[in-house]
């Protein structure tokens, strides 16, 4: 799933995909805004992004992807 995450007063946004779910990207966004704890985000190849709660301006969460077996027609 692909997140994208937006920081205050920076004009590029973070975009990595991730294995989790939106439900769990959510909670830990929501989490790290309210808390004022940072944001840990692990993308697919094992990249982790740290990003301060305080700092974040918006998260957005793609949809989640039913992987297909066999070819696109």
Same mark, same amino acid.
């Given at each position: 799933?692909?997140?994208?995450?937006?920081? @205050?007063?920076?004009?590029?946004?973070?975009?990595?995909?991730?294995?989790?779910t939106?439900?769990?990207?959510?909670?830990?966004?929501?989490?790290?805004?309210?808390?004022?704890?940072?944001?840990?985000l692990?993308?697919?190849?094992?990249?982790?992004?740290?990003?301060?709660?305080?700092n974040?301006?918006?998260?957005e969460?793609?949809?989640? @992807?039913?992987?297909?077996?066999?070819?696109?027609?």
């Amino acid at each position: 799933m692909e997140i994208r995450v937006g920081i @205050q007063h920076v004009n590029r946004e973070i975009v990595l995909e991730s294995n989790k779910t939106a439900e769990e990207i959510i909670e830990a966004a929501s989490r790290a805004t309210n808390g004022g704890t940072e944001l840990r985000l692990e993308d697919s190849t094992g990249r982790v992004v740290l990003i301060p709660g305080a700092n974040i301006g918006y998260v957005e969460v793609g949809a989640e @992807q039913i992987r297909r077996v066999g070819f696109a027609h």
